[in-house]
């Protein structure tokens, strides 16, 4: 963790940086930025943690250089406009309904033309209604690639924050599960409420405690939140050769 | 029994040998197996009769045999096949080698002189039946008896001309062959006995004593690759002179690349290897030489050239990316399936004004290693892409002339857009702007008229249709439909026209760019010696998911970006202007077959030029006429040319040049492709005769084996005789009631001389 004058240094310099840059920057189109897109479903509760979203995409702004959409969109699988962003946060705290086929199809043809899926389970339990719906939907659309534990070494854990196992707002289980696709990870499931950790009202409160280390944990959720987008967005490229080195002397390897 | 099988009832055999043979209907095993059961009874039964005086026993012992081994061969029923041939008076055809290895020299005299002497003889005897007459060498040609031979063909395939033989005159009964033997194809024995007929030999060159260093292999990586040594590898022989030093030299054209000294043996070999460095795409010739010795035999073996084909085995590519987006992500993905790729990817994950909220030890980000990258290592890939990158934040103003260095030598370089490319990043007052295909926009234009927010679906430039970036499909209407079919993209980067020197593939439907021209999508231009692609949008990604879920196909963006890859990379297929030869290595004045392509940079053919094919020597001079390309509506062209006579390394050329119809500045076209001539080549590479291997066919075929020319009988006296199977028959003798009766007698007198004497 860093220590305060060392944030503060860091917010300092930065300030000063940003007074004197250029800022032009603005993205194309709004296709060109990155949207922390929700997934509508029917049943359940497709917004446990309303506001995570949108506090997600302004942590990627401030601490990346990922252009991000400060106000997240939400779509259907059975939406055409699915396929216009390929990034999708299903997340949820209730069992829901069985997809129909149609949005089934959706998700198996999202996920095979290269999107990203972040399923967070809200509810946080050891097993939850959420869960049991989650799997029954994956192993449906997905029935060739089934949810697979991630090892804490993957890429993942090193995208952007050296981290070393998932976290958010509960402590959860020491990893995370996903689905990989060719080489690349399709379907990541967090199961430690990653939302409840970013949740923040409009005056800038947190909405939920973490537990049980209360807001290093929570920065350590917000840092893993990052490096889920990080993955989505450069795939492997922490694996390349060269920050290899880097990486390791930082681990203290 | 007697089942007659396809005899010929018109022929008229002159004498039925009848080979024949035996054979067992259920196979041999069956057979030992009955065997071994009736001859373990028959021992068994033996030991009865050990009570009776000797004759008795040896009666029914004899008795027990007989009838053991009648039962045996009724219960197996041996057939016996008989083939019914015929012999009849063949014709005779007479072959004589004229391949380059006959040109060796013995004494005063040639070894074809010795052939053309025998054939002059044989031409001036009168015979009954006039034989045919042919040449071989890399392959049969008819002939007059008589006629003066020349040993010219680069190649000796005896085998080969001896199925011709038979095609040409299926009456032919017996060839006679007159030739050293030095046979390159082998399986002539094979041939001559599938075909049935009879080969009689007349050996050249049985007793000659060759003096001759000569290089007996030369070989280089058939297919080498870019950077990195190929091997050479030179075997040298030594003939008929005392063992000692050869110094072997390696040539790239005239150019001395090296040397070395190998000891070679009395009548043996020596190798010496090299190692060179290949730095062009395509083909790459050398040569290699030794010394030519005072009496050599064969000088024509004392140089060899070598034909590599240089490829990339590994394309280097470097991927700098501004900022992670969904562009970025794609391209990465692409370019990382490919496993023959070297792909170096730097993305800048944080900015200067990112907080990020930690220390530096808890970040996995490392430095943006400018220097190694831009100073050290440019040099070493093939396609350097800026996707949606700002140079200015990390000092890299001082690189970008080194950049447009590396593009006018021959680098490849593609930028892409997004809101921190083009103008944005202040691209119009570097360098950088002199090798890129479109006039970017100052840095201080607002951005509401640097960059477009709309969607839309990009069209072909008009004209373009045809150029390998936009032709994606098998012909421009295909492709049109394709483009049509794709999601539209969102947002541009403007510029402010395509340079005089670039050319636009891409354009917005819509909108004009400052110049009033459609305002650019994708853009080229080939600066020096390389090449350079302007891509004004960050949003292609949409070809592959936001495609795939309207349309169920998601490839449209792998394809466009395998061909910007390959186009970048100089992929030959996709060269507006190639020429290419049927072969790599020809003898002196062979056919040579080229093939090729005349189109403009648009890739649409090639109109107001004069175009013409020449060969060229390794110094550039023409060595032959030149013969007029007339290409087809695609542009394609095909023509033959003739190879020169003397030995070397040569080049096809493809010179157009521009006529009064041309577009205004149009400029000579040139293309080349290098081939060799040698009159030595393999054929020559060892010129030893080898008489050994003429005794062997005719021995194995029934035919005369002659030891020398001079020694050759009339043509009279060589047995034209064939032997034609007409059929076969198959008989099964012990098929029929006298075997039974035989069988019952042999059974039943054993048995009543067994009661007899008292034995049961």
Redesign the interface.
């Known amino acids: 963790m860093s220590s305060v004058p060392t944030t503060l240094l860091t917010l300092a310099v930065a300030v000063l940086i940003a007074a004197v840059m250029p800022q032009n920057a603005g993205a194309l189109g709004e296709a060109s930025r990155f949207d922390v897109r929700g997934l509508e479903y029917g049943g359940g509760n497709p917004h446990p943690r309303e506001s995570a979203p949108r506090r997600l995409a302004w942590e990627i702004r401030k601490r990346t250089s990922v252009d991000s959409a400060l106000e997240p969109t939400t779509t259907r699988l059975d939406d055409a406009a699915l396929f216009d962003v390929p990034f999708l946060y299903w997340t949820g705290d209730a069992a829901f309904d069985a997809f129909s086929d149609a949005e089934s199809t959706g998700l198996a043809r999202f996920v095979a033309f290269g999107g990203f899926v972040l399923i967070d389970d809200a509810s946080a339990s050891g097993s939850s209604d959420f869960d049991a719906s989650v799997r029954r939907e994956l192993s449906r659309a997905l029935p060739d690639h089934p949810l697979a534990s991630t090892p804490n070494d993957h890429v993942l854990f090193r995208s952007f924050y050296l981290l070393d196992r998932p976290e958010g707002r509960v402590r959860g289980p020491d990893h995370v599960e996903s689905i990989t696709v060719g080489e690349r990870l399709a379907v990541l499931y967090s199961r430690h409420d990653l939302g409840g950790a970013l949740a923040r009202d409009n005056l800038g409160n947190w909405e939920h405690s973490v537990v049980p280390d209360g807001e290093t944990q929570r920065e350590r959720a917000i840092r893993f939140a990052v490096n889920i987008v990080m993955y989505a967005l450069c795939l492997d490229y922490k694996d390349d050769q060269v920050h290899a080195p880097f990486i390791m002397r930082r681990r203290g390897g | 029994m007697l089942e007659s099988e396809a005899a010929d009832a018109a022929s008229t055999p002159l004498d039925a040998p009848g080979a024949w043979g035996l054979a067992v209907p259920g196979g041999s095993a069956t057979a030992m197996v009955l065997a071994l059961l009736i001859t373990a009874l028959v021992v068994l039964d033996l030991r009865t009769l050990r009570a009776l005086p000797s004759r008795r026993r040896a009666i029914l012992a004899g008795l027990r045999v007989l009838s053991a081994v009648m039962v045996l061969l009724v219960a197996v029923q041996p057939t016996v096949r008989t083939d019914h041939l015929e012999e009849d008076e063949g014709r005779l055809a007479v072959l004589f080698d004229v391949s380059r290895s006959m040109s060796v020299r013995s004494g005063t005299s040639h070894r074809i002189d010795a052939v053309n002497e025998l054939a002059r003889r044989w031409a001036g005897s009168s015979v009954e039946h006039p034989p045919a007459s042919y040449v071989f060498g890399s392959s049969l040609r008819a002939s007059g008896l008589g006629e003066p031979l020349r040993a010219s063909d680069d190649d000796t395939l005896l085998a080969a001309a001896l199925d011709s033989v038979i095609d040409a005159d299926p009456e032919i009964g017996a060839v006679v062959v007159v030739s050293d033997g030095a046979d390159r194809g082998g399986a002539a024995i094979e041939a001559a006995t599938s075909l049935g007929i009879r080969v009689h030999t007349v050996a050249v060159g049985a007793d000659e004593t060759l003096r001759d260093d000569g290089i007996a292999e030369a070989s280089i990586d058939r297919v080498a690759f870019l950077r990195r040594p190929a091997r050479v590898r030179v075997v040298v022989r030594r003939l008929g002179a005392a063992g000692g030093p050869i110094p072997v030299s390696l040539f790239d054209g005239e150019r001395l690349v090296a040397e070395q000294i190998v000891e070679v043996p009395r009548d043996g070999t020596a190798e010496a290897s090299f190692e060179v460095n290949l730095d062009r795409l395509g083909r790459a010739l050398y040569s290699v030489s030794i010394p030519t010795p005072v009496g050599d035999a064969v000088p024509e073996n004392d140089r060899r050239a070598l034909l590599t084909r240089v490829v990339r085995d590994h394309l280097r590519v470097l991927h700098v990316a501004?900022?992670?987006?969904?562009?970025?992500?794609?391209l990465?993905?692409f370019l990382?399936r490919d496993p023959t790729m070297d792909l170096?990817?730097f993305?800048?994950?944080?900015?200067?004004?990112?907080?990020?909220?930690?220390?530096?030890?808890?970040?996995?980000?490392?430095p943006f290693?400018t220097d190694e990258l831009f100073n050290e290592h440019l040099g070493s890939f093939d396609v350097v892409f800026f996707q949606n990158f700002e140079y200015a934040?990390y000092a890299m103003e001082v690189y970008l002339p080194r950049i447009r260095d590396y593009v006018q030598r021959g680098g490849s370089f593609a930028m892409i857009?997004?809101?921190?490319s083009f103008s944005?990043a202040g691209y119009a007052e570097t360098e950088l702007q002199g090798v890129l295909p479109v006039e970017v926009l100052p840095?201080t234009t607002p951005?509401s008229v640097a960059?477009?927010?709309?969607?839309f679906r990009p069209e072909v430039a008009s004209g373009m249709e045809r150029h390998p970036l936009v032709m994606l499909g098998a012909d421009p209407a295909t492709s049109a439909a394709m483009w049509a079919g794709l999601?539209p993209l969102?947002?541009?980067?403007v510029v402010g026209r395509t340079r005089s020197d670039g050319s636009t593939l891409l354009v917005h439907p819509s909108h004009r760019a400052g110049s009033g021209e459609p305002l650019p999508v994708l853009s080229f231009s080939e600066p020096g010696r390389g090449r350079s692609l302007a891509l004004m949008?960050?949003?292609t990604?949409?070809w592959?998911?936001?495609t795939?879920?309207?349309t169920?196909d998601?490839s449209f963006y792998d394809r466009f970006y395998d061909r910007v890859l390959r186009w970048l990379a100089r992929d030959e297929a996709l060269e507006p202007v190639r020429v290419t030869t049927d072969r790599e290595h020809y003898g002196p004045g062979a056919r040579i077959e080229a093939r090729g392509r005349l189109a403009d940079a648009r890739h649409a053919p090639l109109r107001g030029y004069d175009a013409t094919l020449s060969i060229i020597d390794e110094q550039g001079h023409a060595v032959s006429g030149e013969v007029v390309v007339r290409p087809n509506e695609a542009g394609d062209f095909a023509s033959a040319l003739e190879a020169p006579t003397n030995d070397g390394g040569y080049r096809v050329r493809l010179h157009a040049v521009p006529t009064t119809a041309a577009p205004v500045g149009s400029d000579e076209i040139l293309a080349e492709e290098p081939f060799v001539v040698e009159s030595g080549g393999d054929e020559l590479a060892d010129p030893r005769a080898r008489p050994d291997r003429l005794a062997e066919l005719s021995e194995a075929t029934s035919g005369m084996s002659i030891a020398a020319p001079e020694d050759a009988p009339a043509l009279s006296v060589f047995d034209a005789t064939r032997v034609r199977t007409l059929g076969s028959s198959t008989e099964h003798p012990l098929a029929s009631a006298w075997s039974l009766v035989l069988l019952v007698a042999l059974l039943g007198g054993e048995w009543i001389l067994r009661r007899r004497w008292g034995i049961r």
């Open positions: 501004g900022q992670p987006s969904w562009d970025q992500r794609w990465r993905g990382e170096i990817s993305f800048i994950l944080r900015s200067t004004t990112d907080m990020v909220m930690a220390d530096a030890s808890e970040l996995a980000l490392i290693p934040p857009g997004g809101p921190l944005a840095r951005a960059t477009t927010s709309d969607r999601s969102q947002g541009l980067n949008t960050d949003t990604w949409r592959g998911i936001t795939g879920g309207e169920g998601a």
